[in-house]
């Protein structure tokens, strides 16, 4: 029976890379690997106190790498990979976690939000894991968790070009497995309900309290509660779960 692990030796810090991880969801996850001891790069289009305090703790600060990069340009999505390589020479656990919304029913969807949304969610996300799986092609050996969201099963109304990203992701999780699995690569989905963070500031404390009462759980989604399943995923020995999509709701969609 193989007990390789999937992501790095269990005795040496893993590299991780998280995208977006300057607030919200993927600050969470940054702070997660960091707590385990980890090598962490992130990036975003800009930065955030956090970032200057992980970057400057005596704690994290040799174990943290932060690039300004606009994931939605190829450019800086191959600069960004490039740095972290430069800095550890590896890659065993990648996070695609930067995403964005854009509220609008369909019809009155303009060009520039259509195309910021899928920029960034589905061709950023393409351009970092085409760099990143290459380098773990090599290894032969990573793990790959994609961020999508509920709302990539179930849909919802008024998100439909964000929902279609996140659909699309799952897609690419699927594929994705089946084309690195032989070369001890898992890749799966997380799919987030509802979570307090700047994105859904769109909605307002009347749809919260709605979400809530509709969630066996009885609250909202914290970035720990999301956290601990990425975290579980990409643990060593975790490598025959690959392919799925995880729904991480409180229930709400059970
Ligand atoms: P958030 O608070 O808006 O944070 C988004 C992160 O992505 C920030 O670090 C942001 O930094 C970065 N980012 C945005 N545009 C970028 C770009 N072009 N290039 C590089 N980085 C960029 O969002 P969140 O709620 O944490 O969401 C994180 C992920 O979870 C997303 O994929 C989202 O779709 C998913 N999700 C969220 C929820 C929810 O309820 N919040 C539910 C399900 C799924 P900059 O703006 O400085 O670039």
Redesign the pocket.
Request: net charge neutral.
């Given at each position: 029976m193989s007990t390789a692990p999937s992501a790095g030796p269990a005795s040496e810090p893993r590299v991780v890379v998280v995208?977006?991880?300057?607030?919200?969801?993927?600050?969470g996850i940054v702070r997660s690997y960091l707590a385990s001891g980890d090598l962490v790069a992130t990036?975003?289009?800009?930065s955030?106190p956090e970032v200057e305090a992980w970057a400057s703790d005596a704690e994290t600060a040799d174990r943290f790498l932060f690039e300004e990069?606009?994931?939605?340009q190829r450019e800086?999505a191959d600069r960004f990979v490039k740095a972290v390589i430069e800095r550890w020479g590896r890659i065993d656990v990648l996070v695609n976690?930067?995403?964005?919304?854009r509220d609008g029913i369909l019809g009155m969807v303009s060009d520039d939000d259509l195309d910021t949304v899928i920029d960034?969610?589905l061709k950023?996300t393409l351009y970092v894991t085409r760099q990143v799986s290459r380098r773990m092609l090599a290894r032969r050996s990573g793990a790959i968790v994609n961020?999508?969201?509920?709302?990539g099963l179930s849909g919802y109304r008024g998100l439909a070009v964000?929902s279609a990203t996140?659909a699309a992701l799952d897609g690419l999780t699927r594929a994705l497995s089946r084309e690195l699995g032989s070369r001890g690569i898992t890749v799966n989905s997380v799919?987030?309900?509802?979570?307090r963070?700047?994105?859904?500031h769109g909605l307002d404390e009347d749809q919260l309290q709605q979400i809530v009462r509709r969630t066996p759980a009885g609250r909202l989604?914290d970035?720990d509660d999301i956290a601990r399943v990425v975290q579980f995923l990409t643990a060593p020995g975790c490598d025959y779960l690959t392919g799925q999509v995880i729904v991480v709701d409180g229930g709400l969609t059970a």
């Open positions: 995208t977006g991880g300057s607030r919200g969801l993927g600050a990036c975003s289009r800009s955030t990069a606009d994931l939605s800086d976690n930067a995403g964005v919304a960034l969610n950023g961020i999508s969201s509920i709302v964000y996140k799919a987030p309900g509802y979570l963070t700047e994105m859904s989604g970035p």
